[in-house]
């Protein structure tokens, strides 16, 4: 049986990695239109932020662990 946790964990890791490579490329090719306090580079932050959550819940609940 898997737990739904996984598929969660699996989720977040696919948009973490999908929106810290949306925000890698505007760091590399900015818009033409820059969105109040672009500065701060959200979308690197959230995908990482994404990206570390998913790991942790993929590899905590993942099936056949043991």
Not at 7 to 19: H, N, R
Not at 28 to 54: C, K, N, S
């Amino acid at each position: 049986m898997v737990s739904i946790w996984f598929f969660i964990g699996a989720l977040l890791l696919a948009y973490g990695v999908l929106i810290l490579g949306a925000g890698l490329w505007e760091l590399v090719e900015p818009p033409a239109h820059a969105v109040v306090r672009a500065d701060l580079h959200a979308g690197i932050w959230w995908g990482a932020l994404l990206l570390i959550i998913g790991a942790v819940y993929s590899l905590r609940f993942r099936p056949n662990r043991g």
